[in-house]
């Protein structure tokens, strides 16, 4: 589970952006002491949906998480002729 706070440092979204997302409801979270939690599943499955991808310009931050995933599924050994 990460904080608002937390969530907004990770994707490089504005604090207040992802809590209009939540109170919206296109964010799942749980609300302990006044706050949102919001658990990392729900929040990449929102950042992953059309909904963001079609609506919202990524951030910088996203953009190179996205890239260094993408690095990381991909093999840097070239195939060997046999």
């Given amino acids: 589970m990460l904080s608002v706070a937390e969530a907004s440092r990770f994707t490089g979204y504005h604090h207040n952006a992802l809590t209009n997302w939540c109170h ?9 002491s006044g706050g949102y939690m919001i658990p990392k599943s729900c929040l990449l499955n929102f950042l992953l949906s059309p909904h963001i991808l079609d609506s919202y310009r990524p951030s910088k931050k ?15 050994k ?5």
């Fill in 24 to 32: 919206n409801g296109y964010i799942r979270y749980f609300e302990i």
């Fill in 62 to 76: 996203l953009v190179d998480l996205a890239k260094e995933f993408s690095r990381q599924g991909k093999s840097t």
């Fill in 78 to 82: 070239k195939p060997t002729a046999k």
